[in-house]
Structures are given as structure tokens and as C-alpha cells.
């Protein structure tokens, strides 16, 4: 990642970042050294910089049309940020006209010289985050200089073309099931079905939904679970539903949403999973095709997979000694002696392995559902859709869930966090 910023009135700063999990940073810096060193070589190619400016041309006239409208106290906020730092208030439409009559001017050879005479600045720093208060030993400027050398002496090529954005095709789904049973409502004008698979459907009719269909799907397959394992299948929903079906990436899954005008989300609770999803009624079929495939072809890929956690991995690590994490765990021990699940450690996060996640999603997603849908048309309208994505899809028992009550009576705790006394009552 890079970025650059204003580090002062006269001054700018360029800046390249690596997003690594806790306990990587070392390794950062000569992947760091190695990409400057490549910009410094392969100028930035003149279709990137077209493209870049096409991209800021484009938000420079959607900021022209958009007049700025805010409540007075908006306006005081604004200004006085402005103010602050001694710089003159610039509204969002004039710095759209401004970059509109500079873009034209700006050419490929300056922005690369530009680039090259940051590059080529003596006065660098090297900057580590580090989460938490895991021990951490800064690299010495030797060390430094040592990477340094070594990426300068590495035969590096140019940087890799992106990939081109591929729209994904769900796979076509054959089988069918069957409605099986049917209550009529008509006063509120809702129906229920029975599914062949154990599956119910409540679909109303009402023209508050325009020209959209909504999806709701709730089971009991919270993490809390006794067959699921707690924090591996939280993580299993949160990454399956970024990736996608089998062969998908989250690129690819997220053009493919936009394409089809599609939103889709999981979310999971101790005691439940509720998926939803949103289209209009030209693209619902869409919709029931992509519910269908997460469901029984959702993979995760090694690669994509460890990215995916190093988010988890992070905010673990920040978490551990913060005091809202400490705040939480003891209203946990006040409540219910007890967390619910014992939550994973570097280590255990660490040792997930792809075909964990799959694995857990699957048996979230295999329990009887009740969908709750919604729409302005006649019911029978999306029956074949229901009984080919809906009804076709395999289901095993109900999951039991271990339960995690309060405790009887009362407690109290003092615990030393606010600066000054502050009191907090549960039920």
C-alpha cells in the first residue's frame, strides 16, 4: 500500500505499507526495501496513471454535482478544522473544478518525476505498529541498511499486471425439490409453505417492496453449537461470505454482486444464523443462485484464507490488554462465572488450516431454515425458484445448543479503567 500525506505547511511525506499479521514485522521490511527499489526502476506505466486519472476525473464530477448542505453546527465543525491549522476553508465543488482544470495538465513524465525525487530523498523513516504489548525488538539502522543494500542488489522484473476483473459463473443447479404442504393468509396477505426438506417458507406480498425482492433465512446454527467449534466457525462465516463460491475470490464475488445488482450477508449470533440478501425482481433468480452455491459450494482458499485472518489475528492481539477487553471479561465473570467458549490464541489462530473453515460452514448451513420472503408479486411467481434452490438443498437435524445463562443473584466488581469513578448496573 502506499499513500502519501502532508507532515507539515511546506512539506510531503510518501509512504509504503505492508499489512502483516502480529509477529511478522520483521519480515515487512525487505518485501518493503525490495518494492521501492522496483518503483525506483519501472517508472509507473502511462496506461496506470490514465486510468488513475480517469478515476479521480469521475469523483471530481460527481463531487460538482453534489452541493454541500449541512446544519449549522456541521458547519462550525467544518470550518473550524480549517481554521485550526490556518488554512482557508475550500468547498467540495471548487476542489472538484480544480482538479478537473489541472488533470488535463498533468502528464505521465512529471508524475514519475515527482515520484523518483521522493524516492531519491535522504531523510527516511522506518515506522513499526506493533498491537498490544507483545515484545518487539527494533531492527538498527546497520540491519537497516543492510536490507537496503540487498534489495538494490536483487534482480528484480516489473511489477505483475492485475488481473484482469473476472466475472464468475455459479455453477447451474439440476435438481429439484418440492413444496409440500401450503397455508394461506389472505387477510395479511402472506403464505406459508412446507418444503420436501424440512425447510418453511412465509412470503408477503406487499407493495411497500416496489420493484426488490427481499431474503431472510434464520436457523439455529449459532456458534454456540455443541458440533461446531465456537470461534472457528465465526471465522468461517465471515470468510466464506467474503470469498464466495468454490473458484471465487472477494474480487471476484464483489464484481459479480455489482454486476448483478445483488447484496447478500451473513450474519451469526450464539444461537443463530441469519443470512439476507437483496435484489431487484429482474435479478432474482440471481439471488436464489448465489444462496444455492454458498451453501453447498463455499471453499477457502490458502492463500486468500490467511489474509482473511489477519484481521482476526490482529484485533486479537490489540484486544488482550485493552481495557474494554478487560472491562468485558469481567462483566463475563460477573454474569456468568464463565466465557461462553475460550477464545483462540495466536497459536491456534495460527493453525487453521483451509479445510477447517469449509468444515465448519457446512454444518452451519445444513440445518433446517425458515425463510421469510418478500416482494410484490404473487407468491406462485417464485415457487420454481424455491423448489430448485430452495427445497433442493440437503439438511440434517437441528443443532443443539449449549446454553450460557447469568447467574443467579448479585455481584459487584471494582475495576480500576475510568479516570474518574463511574458506576454501570446489569440485569
Known amino acids: ?43 509507473l506505466s502511462e496506461r496506470d496513471i490514465v486510468a488513475l486519472k480517469n478515476d479521480i476525473r469521475q469523483a471530481a464530477n460527481r463531487m460538482a454535482d453534489n452541493v454541500e448542505s449541512r446544519e449549522f453546527a456541521d458547519w462550525v465543525q467544518q470550518l473550524s478544522a480549517s481554521w485550526l491549522q490556518s488554512k482557508p476553508y475550500v468547498s467540495a465543488q471548487q476542489v472538484s473544478r480544480d482538479a478537473l482544470t489541472l488533470l488535463p495538465t498533468i502528464t505521465p513524465q512529471e508524475v514519475n518525476r515527482h515520484l523518483q525525487r521522493w524516492l531519491a530523498a535522504s531523510d527516511t523513516l522506518v515506522q513499526f505498529s506493533v498491537l498490544g504489548n507483545a515484545s518487539f525488538t527494533l531492527p ?69 417492496a416496489h420493484d426488490k425482492f427481499y431474503l431472510s433465512a434464520y436457523s439455529n446454527a449459532g456458534f454456540m453449537a455443541k458440533t461446531l467449534n465456537p470461534w472457528q466457525a465465526q471465522i468461517a462465516s465471515q470468510i466464506v461470505v467474503q470469498i464466495g463460491p468454490q473458484g471465487c475470490r472477494a474480487e471476484n464475488l464483489r464484481d ?25 425482481l429482474k435479478q432474482v433468480h440471481s439471488l436464489f443462485q448465489l ?105 440434517a437435524t437441528q443443532l443443539a445448543i449449549t446454553p450460557h445463562r447469568a447467574l443467579a443473584g448479585t455481584r459487584e466488581s471494582t475495576v480500576a479503567l475510568n479516570i474518574e469513578p463511574r458506576s454501570e448496573v446489569r440485569d
Not at 502506499?2 to 499479521?21: L, Y
Not at 509477529?23 to 526495501?33: M, S
Not at 511489477?159 to 473476472?166: I, T, W
Open 291 to 395: 444462496y444455492h452455491a454458498m451453501n453447498t459450494q463455499a471453499s477457502v482458499d490458502a492463500s486468500v484464507m490467511k489474509d482473511s485472518l489477519a484481521s482476526p489475528m490482529r484485533q486479537r492481539a490489540n484486544r488482550s490488554q485493552s481495557s474494554g477487553d478487560l472491562r468485558q471479561r469481567e462483566m463475563t465473570r460477573l454474569r456468568f462465572g464463565q466465557p461462553a467458549y475460550q477464545e483462540p490464541d495466536q497459536t491456534q489462530l495460527r493453525g487453521v488450516t483451509a479445510p477447517m473453515l469449509p468444515t465448519q460452514w457446512q454444518q452451519t448451513v445444513s440445518v433446517p431454515v425458515t425463510y421469510y420472503l418478500m416482494a410484490n408479486q404473487p407468491a406462485e411467481t417464485f415457487l420454481p425458484l424455491v423448489e430448485r434452490y430452495l427445497a433442493s438443498l440437503p439438511r
Open 140 to 208: 538498527t539502522a546497520t540491519v537497516i541498511t543492510t536490507e537496503l543494500q540487498k534489495a538494490r542488489a536483487v534482480n528484480l522484473a516489473t511489477a505483475p499486471l492485475p488481473l484482469a476483473k473476472v466475472v464468475p459463473e455459479l455453477p447451474v443447479v439440476t435438481t429439484t425439490g418440492k413444496r409440500t404442504a401450503v397455508q394461506h393468509f389472505p387477510q395479511q396477505q402472506v403464505e406459508q409453505w412446507q418444503l420436501a426438506n424440512g425447510d418453511r417458507v412465509v412470503y408477503l406480498r406487499t407493495p411497500l
Open 256 to 280: 459479480w454482486k455489482q454486476a448483478q445488482a445483488v447484496s447478500f450477508n451473513v450474519s451469526q449470533s450464539a444461537d443463530e444464523l441469519q443470512i439476507t440478501g437483496l435484489s431487484t
Open 1 to 43: 500500500m502506499v499513500r502519501e500525506s502532508d507532515i507539515g505547511k511546506p512539506t510531503v511525506a510518501v509512504g509504503f505499507f505492508a499489512d502483516v499479521i502480529p509477529g511478522e514485522h520483521q519480515a515487512a521490511l525487505p518485501v518493503l526495501l525490495q518494492e521501492i527499489e522496483r518503483v525506483k526502476r519501472y517508472p
